[in-house]
């Protein structure tokens, strides 16, 4: 086992983890900062897959207030309303820090100025974009500027557990598999960022990066930590529909399309939005996603089981240029953005839930700060689009702040309990001994097609009962099968078996929120119990695992800025 | 190539210290899958240690390049129908950077090259208080936009000879990169950055084949940015500077 | 200056220098082919004009190689990646002009000698020989300007490849024009 040790540690090199970096930098220039990540440096993640934009009140007529508001109406009013606040209060600045500072050079408009975009959801034109491939550049740049400063990369470095100290007083080190040598690696830190991304790649259809398997969460959860909103899983409405056994089907085909016109027509031609909101196809994504389900359940889909997205009325010479980077992926799918119809399907795309966090990045474990999609609380039961990428670059550049402060305070280095490590290395060796390698793509198949039928948009106690059944099934399957082969340098069997591993978990601690909040917010729809609630009287849920057992509790939400009566005087 | 079809993957295996063996695969085709798609059904079925690199798999992050019929390309966004021939399909790693393992490569020395051919933007010290005004119709934007979408992905590099064979030449992608960072109004050093790589082993090793820009995934013409480097340096050296 | 600024200015002038000998080449070419080598060579009190001529492209041959030369040295670790249709055909250049110049200042001092030259010239082989050495010069000519329109004037892609087909036409041309005129 290779050891090493950083003051700073970032796990994950998407928006969160790379604005930690530099942040870390920039407030501790002494101190050593170290990214590591189980792809490439500003590759893997999510971040890089932001198409529509980054929400910001900076328009004539626009406030954070009003930002904050959509925000909080968007989430179901189950949001932390103080890390809502952080969001929506930091976006001006951070926005003009990609720009000035980072090199992000967004569109502009007529009169030089940010062009802003209308998103759903959102009561004023506030997203600001480069073209439909918005995140490429900020990540890009991002990127540029870590390589350009003495911040230490561990590339192919995938992190397997959160180790404390034999006290458990507060966190010592990470534990990684180099994945090029399959060896282990022991990093010890100060102070460590969880900001590996979420991805509910757990779903047949999901919009995520591949390689995207909740990490982050897992490990959060194996370190005893709580995780609230679980259950508020996100669908993106527009998934491209291309057929079974490619993996381009579920990536997603952007929000702005909706924003700018597009309508979603059944497999008989007919627009459905217009009965069921006024907004039509600019309504959040949460209820559009329903009622696209209910209307492939009425028996009106297309060929391949989903439904049509138009953009034609609009002009097609308009939508190849306000939407080149959609109409050339379309184009290598051999389907017609522009001109024709285009098959979707609502495609998971974003998990609101996550690490119970603080608005300055800390959580329940000293040493360990947490920001981006790992994390919960931010977006309440639904996100708006445009401000997931607001999120993780404003709450991984707070966290990198914040750890470079608490470099200050805290102690030095610890020693990781001997055990915890020992049990953690053992069960990442497990599989490598064991053979069934051509298993684990059926395996995968089959929860992804039990958490879509089951634990999907719409949910029922029966189906969430069933699939609590299939999961520990799915479980205890897994556990009987291996790698197929005892190499562990750059194995990817061995890193898919882990992969299902940490989605089983998340998997399970999504089913159990969900099976905790009987009533329907935002994303979590249960046909059971159809009915929001009382907004006043808000509660979110928080899963921890003890032992093997997952547990699950509704507290209360602290409606501390704004209380669902006032929004009535907006 | 269409569904029902058997084609026969010849994929260039060995890890950093072994020499590369072709090894091949016969793989049942369903649907119109890509090169990807293929690669990923090999590892699951038939090779479970296959090393392959892939994260977005919808060409926005760069990871899945590898050599295709000896040219190379994105696989996530290259169907199989349309690069393979008489049932047979050939792929190798990226040539020009060190293998980690069968098909993926270590990425380190592009970006090394791409960080000190100085290809990040560097603030003005005036502050963060308001942004630049640039109208979308102004030169300024149009020539900063005209590269500035480039992902990273390699295959410029692994295109270009001149890159493989000098190791102080930036490459195209790097030197695109600064190109646009010339280009940027917002750039405190813009014009100034030319002196940086104009020298000795650098834009000026470029022979202007055009291969980088033949086969950029983008669309992108990296080939042309660096004559407007080249052109752009030359004018700054006629004016007297350094 | 710095050397960064040299190294540039040295490039600029192996790229003027050879935009000069091309037109200089060309109207050598014409000159061979409307009165040919044997008179150019006798030609008696043709004045200063002439003499000056020739010995300012052979200046900007000696530049255009040099520098040629002197890059090619510099790259020489690129082995087979530099080995373009510019650089082969330079190369070829390179071992033919100074032969061809010092044949001809020979044969321009030593009219006896001329009469040989001239004698073996004739010969079918030589023919072949000369149309060759055309093709080579146009060749690389046409690739050189190719280039500076390329780097100079930011020609787009689809002006390279019509640039491509004038270029072929003209080689063809380049090979038919000195067999048509034997």
Known sequence: MIRLETDILILGSGGAGLFAALHAKAGAPEASVTVAVKGLLGKSGCTRMVQGGYNVAVGPGDSVERHFLDTIEGGGWINDQDLAWKLVETAPARVRELENQIGCFFDRGPDGGLHRKAFAGQSFDRTVHKGDLTGIEIIGRLAEQVWARDIRRLEDHRAIALLPDAAGAALAGVLFIDMRSGDFTLVRARAVLLATGGGPTMYRYHTPSGDKSCDGMAMALRAGLPLRDMEMVQFHPTGLLAGPGTRMTGTVLEEGLRGAGGWLLTGGGERFMLRVDDRAERATRDIISRTMIEEIRAGRATPHGGLYLKMAHLGPARVRAEFKGMVERCADCGLDLAGGLVEVIPSAHYMMGGVVFAPDGSTALPGLFAAGEDTGGVHGANRLGGNGVADSTIFGGIAGDTMAAWLRDASGFREPDRDLLDQAAGRALAPLHRNGAGRLADLRDRLATLMWDKVGILRTGRDLADAEAALADLGAELAETGAGSASPAYNPAWHDWLNLENLILVSRAILLAAQTRQGSRGAHYRCDFPEPGDLAASSYTEVRLQGEVLTAANRPVRHTRVRPAQETGR | ?242 | MTPVRRHVLLWLGQRLAGLLLAGGLAIHLFQVWSVGGAALVARPGGGVGWPLFYAGVVGLALIHGGLGVHGLWRERRHGLAALSIQRLTGIALVLFVPVHVSVSIACVVCPALAATVFQVAALPLHRGFEAAVVALVVGHGLGGLRVLALEGLLWSRGQKALAWIAAGLTMAAAVAVPAGAW
């Open chain 2, 1 to 242: 190539m269409t569904a029902g079809e058997v084609i026969t993957v010849t994929i260039r295996r060995g890890g950093e210290h072994g020499a590369p063996v072709p090894v091949d695969f016969r793989v049942p085709i369903t649907g119109d899958p890509t090169v990807l798609d293929l690669v990923t059904a090999i590892q699951r079925d038939q090779a479970p240690d296959l090393g392959y690199r892939f994260s977005c798999r919808v060409g926005m992050c760069g990871s899945c390049a590898m050599l295709v019929q000896g040219r190379p390309r994105w696989t996530c966004r290259t169907r199989v129908s349309l690069v393979a021939r008489r049932g047979r399909l050939d792929l190798a790693p990226l040539p020009g950077l060190p293998v980690v393992k069968d098909l993926a490569v270590d990425m380190a020395p592009f970006f090394e090259k791409w960080a000190a051919a100085g290809g990040g933007f560097r603030p003005c010290e005036s502050g963060d208080a308001v942004l630049a005004l640039v109208a979308p119709e102004s030169p300024a934007r149009r020539n900063a936009d005209a590269a500035i979408e480039c992902i990273g992905c390699g295959v410029c590099a692994a295109a270009c000879r001149v890159a493989g064979a000098e190791p102080g030449y930036p490459g195209p992608a790097a030197l695109n990169r600064v190109w646009t960072l010339v280009n940027d109004v917002r750039d405190a050093d813009g014009p100034r950055r030319l002196a940086e790589v104009a020298g000795p082993g650098g834009l000026f090793t470029c022979h202007s084949q055009g291969a980088c820009t033949a086969c950029c995934p983008k669309g992108l013409d990296p080939s042309r940015s660096i004559a407007g480097l080249k052109r752009a340096a030359v004018l700054a050296a006629l004016r007297g500077e350094p």
